[in-house]
């Protein structure tokens, strides 16, 4: 069964010592929370028997964790999305990995059934959040975002959004509030959400974790990881991000930033290429959001109501 690690690290209990036991381990203070709540997290749980790493396209952490973890007898097994999104080299991975779990073409398809019929649902819900005004912003990010491993049950999860479905359905849309768009990767302090409906701003697009829902579900599978904006360039995400702020009518953008990732260097992209106000937030161990970043986003929303 796959599981997202950064899943299991972020709802952990004990999320905040994860990184801290790393850091003892002998990770460097200036590697992000994450890589350091992965490591441990794997290291904690006796049942994890191989890593998918993805040497290309996600983190550039990632070659010096595997390494780690071929150290520490973890079996890694590494996926690369091809720079340039080239469909023969996509293809080349996904067969790669099918191989190496001894599975055929016939039993991927039938998963991409089972697991587009879900998607679909969670993209309703995703309309629910933006055109009906029926979904909390953090309700429309726990749902997509797990899409990543559909919390290791599949029909425990369709079953479970399907209530949240039909209690959204029957709920008024609620209206009154900014409109904001949450972009970049997760958020480490995801108590974000429900501190900006305090303040009466709420996130109706989230970039990132739409992504991991797939809302561009094609009949090819290589085709549907090629459309994927996360693992490829920068470009590419700002159009989805332009198109989506145009279509849900956004008033202002939070770009989170992890602290020690290298996607940071992309604000300035972001900040050159999107034209709605960005605030960009950083945050860097587990924890609720600091005094700093509320004041931060309080003067944004502010200003952005006047
Ligand atoms: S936040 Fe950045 S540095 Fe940290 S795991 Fe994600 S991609 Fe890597």
């Known amino acids: 069964m796959p599981v997202d690690i950064n899943n299991i690290f972020i709802t952990h209990p004990r999320c905040r010592e ?39 396209g996600d983190c550039s952490f990632t070659h010096a964790l595997m390494e780690i973890f071929e150290c520490r007898g973890i079996k890694t097994i590494p996926f690369a999305y091809p720079y340039g ?36 649902r969670v993209h309703y819900l995703d309309e629910l959040t933006w055109r009906q005004n029926r979904v909390r912003g953090f309700i429309n990010h726990l749902y997509q975002v797990s899409c990543s491993d559909f919390n290791l049950d599949l029909p425990g999860f369709a079953q479970d959004l399907e209530q949240v479905i039909s209690k959204a359905e029957g709920s008024p849309p609620e209206h009154g509030f900014l409109r904001l768009g949450y972009i970049g990767v997760p958020p480490i302090c995801p108590d974000l959400y429900d501190y900006l409906e305090t303040i009466g701003a709420r996130v109706v697009f989230n970039e990132v974790q739409r992504q991991f829902s797939m809302p561009f579900v094609a009949a090819d599978l290589v085709e549907q990881y090629r459309q994927y904006t996360y693992p490829y360039d920068v470009f590419a995400r700002i159009k989805d991000i332009q198109e989506q702020a145009r279509l849900r009518r956004l008033d202002g953008i939070i770009h989170y930033a992890q602290t020690f990732c290298f ?34 986003v309080d003067s944004f929303v502010q200003m952005l109501k006047k």
């Not at 801290?20 to 460097?28: D, R, S, V």
């Open 263 to 296: 996607r940071q260097m992309q604000d300035l992209i972001l900040r050159e290429r999107i034209d709605i106000p960005i605030l960009t937030l950083e945050g860097d161990k587990p924890d609720r959001l600091d005094a700093r970043s509320r004041m931060r």
């Open 85 to 120: 999104r080239d469909y023969d080299m996509l293809k080349l991975q996904v067969e790669k990995l099918m191989e190496y779990f001894g599975t055929e073409w016939e039993t991927v398809w039938d998963w991409k059934e089972k697991l587009d019929a879900v998607r679909r």
């Open 18 to 56: 994860l990184v801290l036991e790393a850091e003892f381990a002998g990770f460097p203070r200036n590697v992000c929370s994450w890589i350091k709540g992965i490591y441990s997290t794997v290291m904690e749980a006796k049942d994890i028997q191989y890593v998918i790493a993805v040497t290309q």
